[in-house]
C-alpha cells in the first residue's frame, strides 16, 4: 500500500493509520511512518537514534576474582 510522502505530523499519522489498518502490529507501523518521512527528506522528522556500545565487563570480573 503506497504510503503518502512528507513529513508533516498529519502525514506521519495518517501512515501509521493506513498501516495499522492493513494489519501492520502498531510498532512497526510507526517506524515504517518515521522512516518514510526521513526518506523524503522530511525537517520534522526525529533523527533515527544511534545504537550505544556494550559495556564490557569481562575485564572488571577478572580482576575482582583475582584479589
Known amino acids: 500500500m ?3 510522502p512528507g513529513a508533516s505530523r498529519a502525514t506521519v499519522s495518517q501512515n501509521i493509520s493506513t498501516e495499522v489498518a492493513a494489519g501492520t502490529p502498531q510498532k512497526q507501523a510507526v517506524a515504517i ?4 518521512a526521513r526518506r523524503t ?4 522528522a526525529p533523527p533515527k537514534p544511534k545504537k550505544q556500545n ?5 575485564g572488571m570480573v577478572s580482576r575482582a576474582r583475582s584479589y
Open 2 to 4: 503506497p504510503l503518502q
Open 33 to 36: 511512518a518515521l522512516s518514510e
Open 41 to 44: 527528506g522530511g525537517g520534522n
Open 54 to 58: 556494550p559495556v564490557d565487563y569481562g
